[in-house]
């Protein structure tokens, strides 16, 4: 009941298309729901983040779609470019308690120029 | 405002022996979280240090063991290495848990 799963697991975009990632909990009891970046040898970097009582937020190109009813999430890159080639881990935590992250098993992100 | 530092980048070690990786959290977080990354996996949360108590662990071993100082600064050893325990080591801090602050890692070879 804790798992997150995630998918694809490695995605191919050419330049200026749209990157989409998937990921479903399976704990109701989630509340929090970020996204992290991740660049080969560099420590996870939060993109962006939702908590359920949304169905989408948008930053810039990066926007998060949430179905509670479903417990699926997803992140939607829009214009993807090179720069964003690196490796995506959705996450879910409950914001009280003790906070763990549960993350995904990755989704490897490659834009092609 | 300094982010989240992590010492030593790169570590090998012998199975059997102890080693100790050290964290500077980011200025004026209180809370520090350790996670294990084996390669091409996603972060498994270790455990969780508040205000120097633990506040939550995760599936792993009393080897694992850790410390968090006053002034916000954390430690993680494990003792009696294995050749699982291979893997990235991240230290994340934070205030609350709208977004944690990673560090770039530690990266342990046990051999």
């Known amino acids: 009941q804790q798992q997150v799963k995630q998918s694809p697991q490695s995605l191919i975009v050419q330049k200026g298309g749209i990157s989409i990632i998937n990921c479903a909990y399976e704990n109701t009891a989630f509340d929090y729901f970020p996204w992290y970046q991740q660049f080969p040898g560099k420590g996870p970097a939060l993109l962006i983040a939702i908590r359920p009582d949304v169905s989408e937020k948008k930053e810039g190109r990066f926007t998060i779609s949430f179905n509670k009813s479903a417990k699926q999430f997803s992140l939607h890159i829009m214009d993807s470019q090179p720069g964003d080639s690196a490796t995506y881990f959705c996450?879910?935590?409950?914001?009280?308690?003790?906070?763990?992250?549960?993350f995904g098993t990755g989704t490897r992100l490659k834009v092609l120029a | 405002e300094t982010g989240v530092t992590q010492s030593p980048t790169h570590l090998i070690k012998t199975r059997g022996q102890q080693v100790t990786l050290r964290c500077s959290s980011q200025s004026g977080h209180n809370t520090v979280s350790w996670y294990q990354q084996a390669l091409g996996q996603g972060p498994q949360f270790i455990f969780q240090y508040y205000r120097e108590e633990e506040n939550g662990r995760g599936n792993f071993p009393p080897r694992f063991s850790g410390l968090q100082f006053p002034n916000y600064s954390s430690e993680l050893n494990v003792n009696a290495l294995e050749l699982d325990d291979s893997a990235l080591y991240l230290c994340?801090?934070?205030?609350?848990?709208?977004?944690?602050?990673f560090g770039s890692g530690t990266r342990l070879t046990v051999v």
């Open positions: 994340a801090s934070s205030l609350d848990a709208y977004g944690y602050t």
């Open positions: 996450a879910a935590s409950r914001v009280s308690g003790t906070y763990k992250y549960i």
